[in-house]
């Protein structure tokens, strides 16, 4: 096994402040995923009030 296969991925949170471990990661389409701890993590919204939030999801002007 080469080191490379040997070295865990180890991500941290990326809260001001923070240095936990960042256990939950996102992207948001292809973008760079973001890491927080559980602590940190982002309110997870449903797919309709995203949508509300963003006219160009829904189609609306």
Known sequence: MSKAQADPC???CEHPGCKKWG???FAV???EPN??????QPEWTSHD????????ATGEP
Not at 35 to 40: D, L
């Open 29 to 31: 389409g292809r973008g």
């Open 10 to 12: 180890v991500f941290y």
């Open 49 to 56: 009030e995203t949508k509300r939030g963003r006219p160009w």
């Open 23 to 25: 256990s939950f990661g």
């Open 35 to 40: 890491w927080f701890c559980s602590e940190h």
